[in-house]
């Protein structure tokens, strides 16, 4: 098992920052390919980011990619979020998610075996 606590959400305006956490505990953190997913009311559950397992690749989605990074700390079994200019339309419960050696190309949140609580991210205009 592999339990995720995400933090750092918050209430923000259209253009500022965020950065969110999540720590992981359990199972070996460097085994585990780490993603962010976000959820807004009545959508479904969206692909944001992942970082490979040992931190050197990185997959984003097209709405996201040049404003957020991801990035991990394995001696500290953290992974981050930083999202900059964000939008009105960034607005969700960030999830943060974990798979045994997952790919880069994960992007469906099946192919993830364990999940944060969420974080909720407001962003006004």
């Known amino acids: 098992q592999v339990q995720l606590v995400e933090s750092g959400g918050g209430l923000v305006q259209a253009g500022g920052s965020l950065r969110l956490s999540c720590a992981a505990s359990?199972?070996?953190?460097?085994?585990?390919?780490m993603a962010w997913f976000r959820q807004a009311p009545g959508k479904e559950r969206e692909f944001v980011a992942v970082i490979s397992w040992g931190g050197g690749r990185t997959n984003y989605t097209d709405s996201v990619n040049g404003r957020f990074t991801i990035s991990r700390d394995n001696a500290m079994n953290k992974v981050y979020l930083q999202m900059n200019n964000l939008k009105p339309d960034d607005t969700a419960v960030y999830y943060c998610a974990a798979a045994y050696f997952g790919r880069t190309s994960r992007t469906n949140p099946r192919q993830y075996d364990y999940w944060g609580q969420g974080t909720q991210v407001t962003v006004s205009s």
């Open positions: 359990g199972r070996t953190f460097s085994n585990y390919g």
